[in-house]
Nanobody
Framework: QVQLVESGGGLVQPGGSLRLSCKAS????????MAWYRQAPGKQRELVAT???????NYVDSVKGRFSISRDNAQNTVTLQMNSLKPEDTAVYYC?????????????WGQGTQVTVSS
């Protein structure tokens, strides 16, 4: 059984910063891709940032230069540092992890954490 637990969301003013974390636990053999998605009200879920097992990263254009994804393989944790936040960044943020465990290779999702950017 694998679980993902997210933390770090909240309310922040425009221009502010937040740091989201997601920790995977359970019978994990290896972790491949780790990523963050977000879903704003009335919109489809959007891929925000990806970090591949080799360390390469990818970002949606709207967050380039403002967001940074990182991972701690020893702690099975992925982090999203969000700077210069804008109201349009308001959404529920979900971590995503592709894990090889006792159950095989599967996709796992965090429970979601609300990020609200408002003055």
């Amino acid at each position: 059984q694998v679980q993902l637990v997210e933390s770090g969301g909240g309310l922040v003013q425009p221009g502010g910063s937040l740091r989201l974390s997601c920790k995977a636990s359970g019978s994990i053999f290896s972790i491949n891709t780790m990523a963050w998605y977000r879903q704003a009200p009335g919109k489809q879920r959007e891929l925000v940032a990806t970090m591949f097992s080799g360390g390469a990263t990818n970002y949606v254009d709207s967050v380039k230069g403002r967001f940074s994804i990182s991972r701690d393989n020893a702690q099975n944790t992925v982090t999203l540092q969000m700077n210069s936040l804008k109201p349009e960044d308001t959404a529920v943020y979900y971590c995503y992890v592709f894990i090889v465990s006792k159950s095989g290779a599967n996709n796992y999702w965090g429970q979601g954490t609300q990020v609200t950017v408002s003055s």
